[in-house]
């Protein structure tokens, strides 16, 4: 089965802009996360999404939004970026049945804001 | 607010050691915890998940146990290799919510 897939895998932007990332999840897993990990915060909850609602959202700006689609895939998107939110986006997926709730992580997409 | 600190923040040991990893978190109502490896620059890979019922659980070398109502983790490393030479992270996921909080790491060096 395959894992959780992310691109783009490395991203050079320019203060201002704005960026999406997209994560897939493992097939048949409908909750998809996403976290932020840098150097001086660690590793941080952005947001969740389980048949396209967003169920929970970590204290970031509204600058960071995200969605999910019908077939359980994901996007997150930061607008007017800043210096600071360089960062390794990494999405993790999970079944949500039964119990199994482990969370399995795509490889991450390298943010880097010049 | 949940917090999460593992402790050493680092370890270097050599090669054939057994070691212990510790994990302590705030707020005992948890759902499960969940220990995940990460070498430099890559994604997390999930070692072992222990829910809130369970006291321990054990993969290949690898065993981790949980004393909820004390707020502690750990996870031991039988006869350590170089290849284990990795960040370990312990991570909580609350009662409510399928969000999970993490500790700054462990970085984990072994030496041959």
């Known amino acids: 089965k395959a894992g959780v897939t992310q691109t783009p895998r490395y991203l050079i932007k320019t203060r201002g802009q704005q960026v999406t990332l997209s994560c897939s999840p493992i097939?048949?897993?409908?909750?998809v996360s996403w976290y932020q990990q840098t150097p001086g915060q660690g590793l941080q909850f952005l947001f969740e999404?389980?048949?396209?609602?967003?169920?929970n959202k970590g204290n970031f700006p509204g600058r960071f939004s995200g969605r999910q689609f019908s077939n359980s895939r994901s996007e997150m998107n930061v607008s007017t970026l800043e210096l600071g939110d360089s960062a390794l986006y990494l999405c993790?997926?999970?079944?949500?049945?039964?119990?199994?709730?482990?969370?399995?992580f795509g490889p991450g997409t390298r943010l880097t804001v010049l | 607010k949940q917090e999460v600190t593992q402790i050493p923040a680092a370890l270097s040991v050599p090669e054939g050691e057994n070691l212990v990893l510790n994990c302590s978190f705030t707020?005992?109502?948890?759902?499960?915890l969940q220990w995940f490896r990460q070498d430099p620059g890559k994604g997390l890979t999930s070692l072992l998940l222990?829910?809130?019922?369970?006291r321990e659980q054990t993969s290949g070398r690898l065993n981790a146990s949980l004393d909820k109502s004390s707020g502690r983790s750990t996870l031991y490393i039988a006869a350590s290799q170089p290849g284990d030479s990795a960040t370990y992270l312990c991570?909580?996921?609350?009662?409510?919510?399928?969000?999970?909080?993490f500790g700054a790491g462990t970085i984990l060096r072994v030496k041959s």
């Open positions: 993790a997926s999970s079944l949500i049945r039964g119990g199994h709730n482990e969370q399995f």
């Open positions: 097939s048949g897993h409908r909750s």
């Open positions: 999404y389980f048949s396209e609602t967003q169920r």
């Open positions: 707020d005992s109502a948890i759902y499960n």
């Open positions: 222990i829910q809130s019922s369970q």
């Open positions: 991570a909580v996921r609350p009662r409510y919510g399928n969000k999970l909080v």
